[in-house]
């Protein structure tokens, strides 16, 4: 998510912070430091209550982390890699490389996150009330604590896309119609009706009760469904266009084979310059074996003073059998195997010809685009 920062790693998931999270953290220590804890426990401190508001927010963003987390682990436990964990205003997203390919997987990944939440709501309540006779504060704190992952585990379990529930929704349609398409297309309904039904409430009360801030944050979190709901259906008609299509099917890019020590200098002007058939990729090759691949994003990577002394082998990105790809590989999986290995091609090993072939991530989208215009 453009506008993050990366905080680190959470069991191998990248972790990171939007700085819209910097708004609901500040919000939620401004409403408990001097609106609420005042009040419950007076007599201290301000600087207590700031640093017990601050606290409080810290923890409750941290219960939001391993609500993400449960869906994260149980997503990658499924093979689905997990590209990180974002905070933001809101709450969490945990972003994934591909949707679940059976209803039972995506029901299990969309509960997980809810069961984890319900399950600290459980265990807070349990301490606030052991914390109670021995320190007010903290089990007052502890209390807010519990009731904001139960406030968090029923809103979350909405059924109307993109919330858990309506994640769960889909699977139980997807589960009795064998359609994902026509299921998020439902939950998807319902998002849009959520998400209208949030601005709704929010001028509704702006109206009403003057409530500017309130209102502005249900307007915010409105549309944010709204269009997260309409990313799904756009995430289920890409999903509907690779159905049943390989590799064999994707035009190749137009490639040429060239030596380790070829010069840069050589390779622009003699090949990505060529005024006939410049090929799209090269294949930097010895002995029928292929070492890797150059593009021209590698060669503007290096100052065109240093093509004359600079060799393919210095800058190509390194391919081994191992990365090689059937051409009857579902185009899903081929998108996943680049997604997880940040790569901009695949190599498609033909063994029979014992031949090499590449298709790039462009090969793909303009063959995606063509399949989405066809009738």
């Known amino acids: 998510m453009a506008g993050s920062v990366r905080l680190g790693h959470l069991f191998g998931i990248p972790l990171a912070i939007h700085y819209t999270w910097l708004i609901a953290a500040g919000l939620a220590t401004v409403i408990l430091s001097p609106a609420i804890l005042p009040f419950d426990r007076p007599g201290l401190s301000t600087p207590v209550y700031w640093l017990v508001g601050a606290t409080a927010s810290a923890l409750f963003f941290s219960s939001v982390v391993a609500h993400e987390l449960c869906h994260a682990l149980v997503a990658r436990h499924f093979g689905i890699p997990v590209r990180g964990i974002t905070l933001f205003v809101f709450g ?32 807070l309540f349990t301490l606030q009330r052991l914390m109670q006779p021995h320190w007010a504060l903290g089990s007052r704190v502890i209390l807010y604590l519990s009731l904001a992952n139960l406030f968090f585990t029923l809103f979350n379990l909405i059924p109307a896309l993109p919330l858990d529930g309506g994640r769960a929704l889909r699977a139980a349609i997807w589960y009795f119609s064998g359609s994902f398409g026509l299921a998020t297309r439902i939950a998807t309904i319902l998002g849009h009706l959520l998400g209208f039904g949030l601005i709704g409430l929010a001028l509704f009360t702006i109206a009403s009760y003057g409530e500017w801030i309130l209102g502005g944050l249900l307007i915010v979190l409105g549309w944010f469904v709204h269009s997260a709901a309409e990313m799904a259906q756009q995430n289920a008609q890409n999903r509907d266009l ?24 050589t390779l622009v002007y003699d090949y990505l310059l060529a005024e006939n058939s410049a090929p799209s990729l090269l294949a930097v090759m010895r002995h029928g074996t292929l070492l890797g691949i150059v593009t021209a994003r590698e060669i503007r990577r290096v100052p065109s003073v240093h093509w004359s002394h600079t060799q393919a082998q210095d800058v190509m990105i390194e391919s081994s059998p191992q990365e090689f790809l059937a051409p009857a590989t579902p185009l899903e999986d081929a998108l996943e195997h680049m997604e997880v290995g940040r790569l901009s091609y695949v190599v498609v090993a033909n063994g029979e010809e014992e031949r090499l072939e590449v298709i790039s991530y462009n090969d793909m989208l303009h063959f995606l685009h063509r399949r989405q215009e066809a009738p």
């Open 242 to 265: 690779t159905l049943g299509v390989t590799l064999n099917d994707v035009p190749r890019s137009d490639v040429a084979f060239v030596a380790p020590d070829t010069l840069l200098q």
């Open 92 to 123: 969490g997203i945990s972003t994934l490389a591909r949707e679940a390919r059976k209803p039972t997987h995506e029901l299990l990944i969309a509960t997980a996150g809810p069961a984890c939440s319900l399950t600290l709501c459980v265990a």
